[in-house]
């Protein structure tokens, strides 16, 4: 069964410095996608950016980039100039398929980000 | 684009009622919708997937005959906890999918759920 892993159960960073989330996963699959889920404390889940594996170029959306990394199994995620709005839950998740055939999101279990101001 | 919303966003029942939880798609037909469940400060974990005009298919370990899950039209699913009690009282979070080819799932803003 896939997993997701996130070692980082919490980090902090200066408002407008960077800050790297890490995530590795675990799969037998060739083809499949990943993608970073924010939680604020509103509890609303958004999505933040998405890598399709077959893609060897790194998503970015705005100040958010991945660096994915298919053979080590690895895909952290970059927030750059960071700002008080970033402090939120992130989740890294994994798309495979139920037993009935369908989809499913796999999420590791959530890194706290604290910005400081 | 591809609002979901959930109704209602909070809710307190007696041990023993059963409450609904209804999600819908607003500006997109969900072919697809599922729910999930989650703990104070733990990720989310899927209960089940919902297949418009098809039966629930539920994870294992989940009590299919306590969370009843109906996706009885494109923008509209709905979760009853059954004869809820104080162990089920969570944050459940509902998300629909549209068309094949669309990858993203978009997350309603969940529902808190207190069991007395």
């Known amino acids: 069964a896939q997993t997701v892993t996130q070692s980082q159960p919490e980090m902090s960073v200066q408002e407008a410095e960077t800050v790297t989330l890490s995530c590795t996963y675990d799969?037998?699959?060739?083809?499949?996608?990943l993608f970073w889920y924010k939680q604020p404390p509103s509890r609303q889940m958004i999505l933040v950016i998405r890598?399709?594996?077959?893609?060897?170029q790194n998503a970015t959306e705005n100040r958010f980039s991945v660096n994915f990394q298919k053979a080590a199994k690895s895909f952290s995620l970059k927030i750059s100039d960071s700002q008080l709005g970033d402090a939120a839950m992130y989740f890294c998740?994994?798309?495979?398929?139920?037993?009935?055939?369908?989809?499913?999101?796999?999420f590791g279990k959530g890194t706290k980000l604290t910005v400081n101001p | 684009g591809a609002v979901v919303s959930q109704h209602p966003s909070w809710v307190i029942c007696k041990s023993g009622t059963s409450v609904k939880i209804e999600c819908r798609s607003l500006?997109?037909?969900?072919?697809?919708m599922f729910w999930y469940r989650q703990f104070p400060k733990q990720s989310l974990m899927l209960m089940a997937t919902?297949?418009?005009?098809?039966?629930?298919?539920?994870e294992q370990g989940v009590e299919k005959d306590k969370f009843l899950i109906n996706h009885a039209s494109l923008t509209l699913s709905t979760l009853t906890v059954t004869s809820a009690h104080p162990e089920d009282s969570s944050f459940y979070i509902c998300?629909?999918?549209?068309?094949?080819?669309?990858?993203?799932?978009?997350f309603g803003p969940g529902t808190r759920l207190t069991v007395l």
């Open positions: 998300s629909a999918r549209g068309r094949e080819g669309v990858r993203e799932q978009f």
């Open positions: 799969t037998s699959e060739s083809d499949y996608y």
């Open positions: 890598q399709e594996a077959y893609k060897q």
């Open positions: 998740a994994y798309r495979t398929l139920t037993q009935g055939g369908s989809e499913k999101l796999v």
């Open positions: 500006d997109f037909q969900a072919t697809t």
């Open positions: 919902s297949n418009e005009g098809s039966k629930a298919t539920y």
